[in-house]
């Protein structure tokens, strides 16, 4: 079991990836909840939509590593 002090410790160190997930989640649910808003979709498609942002996160990840792996060459 771990300390209470490891744990603050391991969350400072994630805080910006935490926070880039949680910005990147609000983003898309929001997107999903506009077009699903005003183009009133069947639910299947409004489902695939929230699932394609699983996808998306994937590929936005990986994308900012790569950018990142660049930057430091």
């Not at 880039?20 to 979709?41: I, N």
Request: hydrophobic share 55%.
């Amino acid at each position: 079991m771990t300390g209470a002090g490891e744990w603050l410790r391991t969350a400072r160190e994630q805080r910006w990836g935490i926070l880039t997930d949680l910005a990147f989640a609000v983003v898309w649910v929001t997107l999903v909840e506009v077009v699903a808003y005003f183009l009133e979709p069947p639910t299947w498609v409004y489902y695939m939509l929230m699932l394609a942002g699983i996808v998306a996160y994937f590929g936005f990840v990986w994308n900012v590593e790569l950018a990142i792996r660049q930057q430091d060459r």
